[in-house]
């Protein structure tokens, strides 16, 4: 797992519109954390839409 002051420092409103893999996230560790949204909120996330041009907004609208 990533030090958090490995990641990029940008303002929060500026990294909801940005890809996930552009946040210093490497395929497992988001792939961890998909599996954990899906497990805390007991959904199944559609694949085809869990791209590397993914942002955070992208990611909640699927979630609602």
Do not use: C, M, W
């Not at 210093?24 to 839409?49: N, R, T």
């Amino acid at each position: 797992h990533r030090d958090l002051h490995s990641f990029p420092t940008r303002r929060s409103s500026d990294l909801d519109n940005i890809p996930i893999n552009e946040l210093g996230i490497d395929s497992l560790d988001f792939f961890e954390f998909i599996v954990h949204l899906e497990e805390a909120y007991g959904i199944k996330l559609p694949s085809i839409q869990l791209d590397n041009k993914l942002t955070l907004n992208t990611l909640l609208a699927i979630i609602k």
